[in-house]
């Protein structure tokens, strides 16, 4: 085996790894605010090319207790609501890619009024 092989091999994955430091999904979680308005987080997430894959509003018998599935949209919103100790009227969710092949969640949760409470972003891998 050729001594440097091991160097070789991470400098021409380097392009494809480096990819994963510095992309848009890191930078739409600093450009998103507590206190905007539905439209203003829309256009903020759309403005880095990230889209919505589910939205729900809060039933009248509250969120559920139990997961539904992996990403668990309406059970989040439950607890951070409880987290909170306010109403999260609606929640919504982004799948945010990174790099080449990474994937990351990201949950909006809006009040009453329709202003973002709080929001979080899950990196998967």
Request: with cysteine; proline share 5%; net charge negative.
């Amino acid at each position: 085996m050729h001594p440097f092989l091991p160097l070789i091999v991470v400098l021409a994955c380097f392009p494809f790894l480096s990819g994963c430091v510095s992309t848009a999904d890191f930078k739409v979680v600093e450009a998103l605010a507590i206190g905007m308005s539905q439209e203003e987080a829309k256009a903020t997430i759309a403005s880095y090319g990230f889209t919505m894959a589910e939205a729900f509003d809060r039933p009248e018998g509250g969120w559920p207790s139990e997961r539904e599935n992996f990403q668990a949209t309406r059970w989040r919103a439950g607890r951070e609501e409880a987290h909170l100790g306010k109403q999260v009227s609606r929640v919504e969710f982004y799948p945010v890619g990174h790099g080449l092949l990474g994937y990351g969640q990201l949950f909006l949760f809006y009040g009453e009024d329709g202003r973002l409470l709080d929001f979080h972003r899950y990196q998967i891998n």
